[in-house]
């Protein structure tokens, strides 16, 4: 099956943030991955709401957005109001998860669950009927450009057996150091959204990269 693509703009111009989302609006991508970070959860702080609003008005691109903040449940009605259409929380940042969840579908948005790479898959186990999308982090949540951690595609095997077992349509995203030079072995793996930030706006031809990304997944089914 054909992959997502899900350029995260964290690694983006900021200097020209309209056209950077217009390239994206404009590419064959699927989605805009958008990268909240408080501070707090991880040592970074980079953008949130106000700006989430902006990048509404300027793509009708499905926002799959990603809250690395403490308390996720405290914004969770905020971010589907500017425009989220898939709100992940980090497992490791929420007490309530079962509740979050529920608390995220009710707004109408899809409910996404992130795993630190420390974090094995099966904690997800007693609530994956009630998630939409698992965000496996293949780096340490915090800053763009960072190495892959190959580990990860033992995880996205092990989750995707579960999904498979269990027949549920939960998908398999894959964040962090996503680049040409793993996308294969992750598909194969059983990844179904590959983010990628400085593979996509750091390249020379950005929309090439995201065609061979979705091409991988073409020949795959050959
Ligand atoms: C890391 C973020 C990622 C990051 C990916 O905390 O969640 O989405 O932007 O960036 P690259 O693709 O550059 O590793
Ligand atoms: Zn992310």
């Not at 991508?29 to 990268?35: I, L, S, T, Y």
């Not at 408080?38 to 990048?55: E, H, M, Y």
């Not at 939409?132 to 580990?151: A, E, T």
Request: aromatic share 6%; net charge negative.
């Amino acid at each position: 099956m054909q992959p997502i693509i899900a350029p995260s703009i964290l690694a983006c111009d900021f200097t020209k943030l309209a056209e950077e989302i217009h390239f994206v609006d404009q590419s064959t991508a699927d989605w805009v991955h958008f990268d909240v970070m408080d501070g707090v959860f991880v040592p970074n702080i980079s953008f949130g709401l106000p700006i989430l609003k902006a990048v509404d008005k300027l793509t009708d691109k499905i926002l799959d957005v990603h809250l690395m903040i403490v308390q996720p449940e405290k914004y969770v009605e905020a971010f589907r109001e500017a425009g989220a259409d898939i709100i992940t929380v980090h497992y490791e940042a929420s007490t309530h998860l079962h509740r979050t969840l529920q608390q995220i579908k009710a707004t109408g948005a899809q409910a996404g669950v992130a795993l630190n790479p420390h974090t094995p898959v099966s904690v997800l186990f007693d609530v994956l009927e009630d998630v939409d999308l698992v965000c496996l982090m293949s780096v340490n949540p915090g800053f763009g450009g960072q190495k892959f951690i190959y580990r990860t595609l033992h995880k996205v095997e092990e989750l995707k057996n579960e999904i498979i077992t269990r027949n549920l349509k939960t998908k398999i995203e894959i964040d962090g150091g996503v680049g040409l030079q793993n996308a294969e072995k992750l598909l194969q793996a059983g990844a179904d959204v590959l983010v990628a930030g400085s593979a996509i706006f750091k390249a020379a031809n950005r929309q090439d990269v995201i065609t061979r990304m979705q091409n991988i997944g073409r020949e795959k089914m050959i």
